[in-house]
């Protein structure tokens, strides 16, 4: 119950687990086409150009900079945690001026402070975490995006732990790059960098005046292997991790049948009925109001007087493991729980019947099961 890597479904683990084709095979080719054409439909940008390639969420990130930034460019980052300050280091490296909007912890930046400082000079684009994984708070992308089309600037967000779980519809709300990794909502063990970008990105990388300063991200590398493998025809530049290609397409298929809209409102019924039972219980979230808290995950504040330690050890003898604090300045008084992805209910009351099982060792004060009771009334 980690937020990311999460547990993926079984028919996901064994197409990770099937025979290692080439890459050339026409079986990975019709895979691989796929589950680009699938992204399309999940990122809900029909128009959009998706990219699936071998690394990580930070190289999704990466190659949305690299590709767009010039030397030079200014940059804004909403930041509302860890993840922000990321985005600020990779921009850098490209020789962005990075301006930061700095969230206080638990809260957004107002739309307004959004607007003034686009107002104030020419971005080329601004950054968005759409949920920040440090802090469980949720970014709505839509108004932000929004604006940065009133201002001419190239909206990216960060969905890592947020596409396929929160609600995003990337073309109708005009955002530029939406960007994620395999392991968090997508159902995948991680290793893939996932991003679809929009026309209009396609159109100022490709006039841009100066080199991409990046050799394995630069779309001039991977743009014809992606229209290659859609056009269901063989094509190498690096080679592709076949067996993730297969698990991605799987995972894409299932949330495709599921439907995009039902599997976040799944997400979203689930998260609003765990927050319930955990402030039935007296805990706090870490985001200071519910509309922007995650549904994704959730980072919830241990109760005073509470071990941190003790409380997961005991978490995790009663077979559920949680993940603790990630942002630098709170990381001792906080714990995240991830429910992303192809969750059950019965996960999430196994989850609250170990909380309580690790409160009780500590004798915090509350009656037995009513956390558990809580989740089921507003399911
Ligand atoms: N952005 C967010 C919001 C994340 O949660 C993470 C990973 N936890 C990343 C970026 C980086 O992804 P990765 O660890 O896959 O490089």
């Known amino acids: 119950m980690i937020p990311g890597p999460i547990e993926v479904e079984p028919a996901v683990l064994r197409a990770m687990g099937e025979v290692t084709t080439s890459h050339v095979a026409p079986n990975f080719i019709e895979s691989f086409g796929n589950s680009l054409e699938l992204m399309r439909k999940i990122w809900l940008a029909p128009n959009g150009q998706p990219f699936i390639i071998a690394g990580s969420g930070t190289l999704a990130m990466d190659m949305a900079v690299c590709n767009l930034i010039e030397p030079n460019d200014n940059a804004l980052v909403i930041s509302t945690g860890y993840f922000g300050e990321r985005y600020k280091n990779i921009l850098e490296t490209y020789g962005a001026n990075v301006t930061v909007l700095q969230a206080d912890i638990g809260s957004t930046v107002s739309l307004e402070l959004i607007e ?11 950054t968005i975490t759409h949920v920040d994984t440090s802090t469980g708070i949720l970014n709505n992308p839509k108004p932000i995006a929004k604006l940065a089309k009133k201002y001419k600037t190239l909206s990216i967000v960060d969905g890592v732990c947020a596409t396929a779980g929160e609600e995003t519809n990337q073309e109708n709300w005009e955002i530029d790059i939406v960007l994620t990794g395999s392991q968090k909502a997508i159902g995948v063990p991680p290793g893939l960098a996932l991003l679809v970008v929009s026309e209009n990105a396609m159109k100022i990388w490709k006039e841009r005046t100066t080199p991409v300063q990046n050799y394995y991200g630069s779309f001039t590398n991977w743009l014809p292997i992606m229209q290659a493998y859609e056009n269901r025809k063989p094509s190498y530049f690096g080679t592709p991790p076949v067996n993730l290609i297969k698990a991605l397409e799987v995972s ?7 439907g995009i809209t039902n599997r976040v409102q799944s997400h979203i019924s689930y998260a609003c009925a765990f927050r319930k039972a955990i402030q039935k219980l007296g805990l706090h979230l870490v985001p200071k109001h519910d509309e922007i808290a995650a549904n994704t995950m959730s980072a919830i504040y241990y109760p005073e007087g509470i071990d941190p330690t003790s409380f997961r050890k005991d978490i995790a003898e009663y077979g559920v493991i949680l993940a603790g604090g990630l942002h630098p300045e709170i990381k001792n008084l906080y714990f995240r729980v991830g429910h992303m992805g192809s969750i059950t209910k019965s996960d999430l009351v196994a989850t ?3 909380i309580e099982f690790a409160l009780k060792k500590q004798n915090y004060t509350f009656i037995s099961g009513e956390s558990v009771g809580a989740f089921l009334d507003n399911l």
């Open 252 to 258: 894409l298929s299932i949330i495709n049948n599921e």
């Open 116 to 126: 003034k400082e686009l107002a104030s000079k020419s971005y080329k684009l601004v």
């Open 352 to 354: 609250l019947s170990a």
